[in-house]
T-cell receptor, first 111, second 111 residues
Framework: NAGVTQTPKFQVLKTGQSMTLQCAQD?????MYWYRQDPGMGLRLIYY???????DKGEVPNGYNVSRLNKREFSLRLESAAPSQTSVYFC??????????FGPGTRLTVL | EDQVTQSPEALRLQEGESSSLNCSYT??????LFWYRQDPGKGPEFLFT???AGEEKEKERLKATLTKKESFLHITAPKPEDSATYLC????????????FGKGTLLTVNP
């Protein structure tokens, strides 16, 4: 099992460009999450999907949109990137409300 | 609002020198407390979940304990490969899916 996979691993954008971060899990988990991690701050939840067909805002949703494509895949879209969105983005999944398993991350720089 | 404070921010040990990391939390009803290990440039790796005060879990040189206000991660006779950032997170009863993370403790074990 690959667990949680994320693409791309690295990305550099210019202000105003858009992009989609991809996440997939092969653990048959119902719930999926997107976090961002910034220096000096803990991981913060952007959006989550409790089950296929549902999505909800987390702590820092502004500037982002998500799509739960199917049970395996959960994407995060930046419509108009801003320097404040420079961060490391992690996708995670869980069977229900229990332990979350994380992917390797996407390192995004917005110039 | 759930809160997590980890201390110390950084800890440097000699190989074989046992110590403990602290995670203090406030939450209105604890659903679970989670410990993760994060290596540089990688995603958080799950270590333990604790659910109730008095519970303990062990894995190799690590033992996690839980009280009503804090959790400790005890590291016995650490090795250089235990060097990493250790993250603590809580999930409250009112937060079905949201984890609140601390900022982490950076552990360095010197040979």
């Amino acid at each position: 099992n690959a667990g949680v996979t994320q693409t791309p691993k690295f990305q550099v954008l210019k202000t105003g460009q858009s992009m989609t971060l991809q996440c997939a899990q092969d653990m048959n988990h119902n719930s999926m999450y997107w976090y961002r991690q910034d220096p000096g701050m803990g991981l913060r939840l952007i959006y989550y999907s409790a089950s296929e067909g549902t999505t909800d805002k987390g702590e820092v949703p502004n500037g982002y949109n998500v799509s739960r494509l199917n049970k395996r895949e959960f994407s995060l879209r930046l419509e108009s990137a801003a320097p404040s969105q420079t961060s490391v983005y992690f996708c995670a999944s869980s069977a229900s409300t229990d332990t979350q398993y994380f992917g390797p991350g996407t390192r995004l720089t917005v110039l | 609002e759930d809160q997590v404070t980890q201390s110390p921010e950084a800890l440097r040990l000699q190989e074989g020198e046992s110590s403990s990391l602290n995670c203090s939390y406030t939450v209105s009803g604890l659903r679970g407390l989670f410990w993760y290990r994060q290596d540089p440039g990688k995603g958080p790796e799950f270590l333990f979940t604790l659910y109730s005060a008095g519970e303990e879990k062990e894995k190799e040189r690590l033992k996690a304990t839980l009280t009503k206000k804090e959790s400790f991660l005890h590291i016995t006779a650490p090795k250089p490969e235990d060097s990493a950032t250790y993250l603590c997170a809580v999930q409250g009863l009112g937060s079905n899916y949201k984890l609140t993370f601390g900022k982490g403790t950076l552990l360095t074990v010197n040979p």
